[in-house]
């Protein structure tokens, strides 16, 4: 069984730099083939699934002195992020296909998106915080890289910011897990359990998870992050970059340390800030992605504030809105990109009346966004809910007030954004077209998806739930 | 009979709208058919159940008690009502629908909005009921926006206003949960004795209110007058967001909360209420389009039903309630008037209309009907509704009950201007070319105006049947018969009368029967503040709009101030560091000499202190 662990993770890491050389003999093998990797780390994560359910997660360990031992471990958390991220990553990838299709560099575009998600692979499975480290600058890497895909100038600038903010962030959690290190004596997370750290060193991984999360005040790279195609910024938002820092989270102070009681209210009033301020910047900006890329760093907010109230419904609600919002914010960014693709502009003041010449790509962008906003029957409500009962049961209930707020304004700039881009008349010369065939079936079945988690919610809230009770000390 | 019965008036109206939205556009037939005999099944799978205590659950659903549970019972028999009104409008719309753009859009969003409204109330569980109701917020956006795309600012705005109401609701629920531990609603019963609690109910009664209507969260209701398809007023403000907005009021006072008549929040919510009945009623009397003026009638009349349960006294809950059955069906039947006058006449413009009483004949004795029902003329179905809701003020406070006359006053004035400009007076040039309405339109009128003639003359079948059975061992004695409190009865009749003479003093001050309401309007205190009112200056949906400009603006500014930090500050920092880094090597031997001698000591000093410490 542990074997599947270190195929999900090789696979797609290994197999990356073959895609290159493929690529030389066929582009479409290649493209296959990239998606094919993802996929067998998709098909190997939900058939560890079954042990992990029944208790008996499959662990594989080596042992080394000093502390240095590392292994793999597929728990529920650990599955249910790799299954989404490479769910969602392997989507991607099949729209890519038909997007790239005249662009340079796909050769390198596909070695990165495929070592991204392999990065993803081996963050969340592994048990050793130094391998946790390794592989969160394997993303960063790769993120630079794909940012600047079109490699103009201020593609490159955008690029360079995301990576020397998020290079920044992770330093500073290294100078954590170093302080954890002189404390335990060990890298290794299974040692760690229950293990109490003081509030710097808390403060320190903060530092790194909030700049991978893109959390106040270290989000600003995110919204410039859009000048990337959009199956990249798709990836980033949806996938595997903004919850790497959201799992590190769960992972580290959810499943391993013990951190002071006093976290419990100052991540939630971070998240709360980020989440205003965020959905503030979304009410004022016309480039569609930007929109769309300022929500996500409200969302955030709203998974760290479930994740950090130490209640297990918020708790569930939190890791509920990773799935939810990775579906929806995945398709969301998806539509922009048919949107840009085909009307070569992101500006949503020039846009106009595109629900008649693009109806799939605009109710997949409303079915989407209304996940987004957390309207019933979609999943969002769910998980929103969730989020906020379980804060106000966690005593929080102002802060819940606050983040009904952010909720409203969500609502109103995506609805904005809708009402701009698809409804009204249209103000461009050209007719723009539906996106490709692949393209239109991605986005739909990001759609439908969102759709089907709200109807059959009993399915993914009884993964988180237990997720959650294998939280020791939330007392469920 | 099995309980999972119970999900056939949902699921029945749901698949209808799959049938609907998957029938080719141009088959209008097939769709007709299967929105008629889909609504008409959930129709008949609520008269079979109604009257029984049913209840239905699923071993699990969302988990932490968010449990799949419906249960019908007294309060929720209301699904019947609700079953009735969306049949009656789809049949309504068969013909009023016919060649307009999105057709098939309307049928299958009220089908799946009856589904919807029917789930709230039904459902046992709050979040199960929180996903019903905001599961309506959606298709209150594609009926609105199936009015074409001049609609789209009036469904955003109706969106808007409606979730910023549901969102208050979610908080009640997250704050009811917390105090009670419970989602269940046959368990939940909180004493109004804390902060908490007190929070929960203002927060469940906004989401509750908002969805009847009430102000300040009614704004988008005139528009929606003008912009929607006219079945959609008649179906969603007229009838069933009024029966889930005060099914919930009804379900807080009566069950959720132990609400104490006479104590600070009941009184809130009848000032609420009073406030709703007295403004809407007059930018009602001062409207020059018969749908408008019929649309803030909508928001006037929840006035009523919400300062009667707002009392949480029987008679005022007794009341309430009725006046919510009564005021859906003339409200839906005057709705119906006007869509036959819009489609026939070409216009709802009262300024060009006049006379239509001798060309439409049927649909006239129903609009008398219905608008002799809402102002409360005796033997009518309103009327009885509201004389329990003035006893009931009257009970509480003289205040409340004079607000609620001067609201009938009104009430009677403006149908009076109304019928007079409408369908008698000399008939215009618009009137001359109409015909009445084809019999699909005229069923549903019909059949609304004789329920309004039965439900006042034999109040005892509403009442005994559908209205007293809610409030369970609250109810002492029966509120059916005739009023008894004669003395309220007697005001309002000669309200009604007074009203008259206003009218006739009305016409002959400006001449027209346009006119009528002229004195009230211009009104020395009353006319700036009506202008204000008209011109949406006093509209919370701007004002909330232009504060959410500023927030946002400073927000955003806050954003562009971190940015600024890593983009130019940071930046700079780096870079000047660099440049004095860079200027230190000057290229001249004796400089380097320099700083291996300054190092060496720096270094030697920090040995020493390393080894003192």
Redesign the interface.
Known sequence: MSGLILLAILAPVVGAFILPPVGKLSRRLRDLLALALVLVAFICSASLLPSALAGEPAYLQVVLPLGMSFGFLADGLAIFMAMISSFIGGIIVLYSISYLDNSEHTHEYYLMVTLFLGAMMGLVYSTNILFIYIFWEISAISCWRLIGFYREPDNILRAD?AFL?TVFGAFVMLIGFLLIYSQTGTFDLMEMQGVSISNATVLLILVGIFSKSAT??L??WLPDAGVAPAPVTSLLHAAVLVKIGVYAYARLFLFGFAIPEVWSTVVPVIAAISA??????A???NDLKRIIA?STVSQIGFIFLGLATGN??SA?GGLLYILMHGLAKGGLFLCAGIVEHNAHTKDIRELGGLIKTMPITAVSFLVCG?SV?G???LGG??SK??V??GS??A?H?WI??VF?VG???T??YL??AF?AVF???PKLGIVVREGSKTMVASVLGLAALSLVAGLL??YP??FV?EIVAQIGWLGL | MSDSILILPILLPLVGSLLVFVTPSQNRILRSAFALLFSGAALVTTIITFGKQLSFSTASWAGFGMDFQLKLDGLSGFIMVVAGFTFLALLYSVAFMQGRERERQFFGFVLLGSAFVTGSMLANNLVLMLFFWEGLLAVLFALIMSGGAKATPTATKALVISVTADFCLILGVGVVFWQSGSLNMSVINLPLDNFWNGFAYVMMMIGAVARAGAMPFHTWIPDAAVDAPLPFMAFLPAALDKLAGIYLLARLNLQLFQMLPGSGLSLTVMTLGCCTIIFAVLMALIQKDYKRLLSYHAISQVGYMILGIGTALPIGIVGGLFHMVNHALYKSCLFYSAGAVERQAGTTDLSQLGGLGRKMPVTFICFLLAAAAISGVPPLNGFFSKELVFDAALQINVVFYIVAALGAFFTMASFLKLAHVAWFGKMTQVAQKAKEAPWPMLVPLVVLAFFCVLFGVYNPLPLHGLVEPTLGSALTHSFAGLPHNWLVAGISVAVLLLAVANHYYGVKRSGSALGSSDHIHYAPVLKPVLAAAEAGKTDPYNLAGAVMDVFALVLATIDKAIDWFYMKLVTGIAAALGRGLENAHTEKPWHYVLWVLVGGVAVTVLFFVGIGG
């Open positions: 910011k903010t106040l005040p989000h600003t205003l301020v965020a959905a503030g910047a009410m004022r900006a300022y297990p419904l569930a209304l906003m309207l019933p029957p409500f769910f809910f969730m906020i009962s106000v049961t005593e209930p819940a007030a009904i909720t409203l304004m609502i109103i609805m904005r009402c409804l009204g008349t919610i009993f809230s009884l739930q």
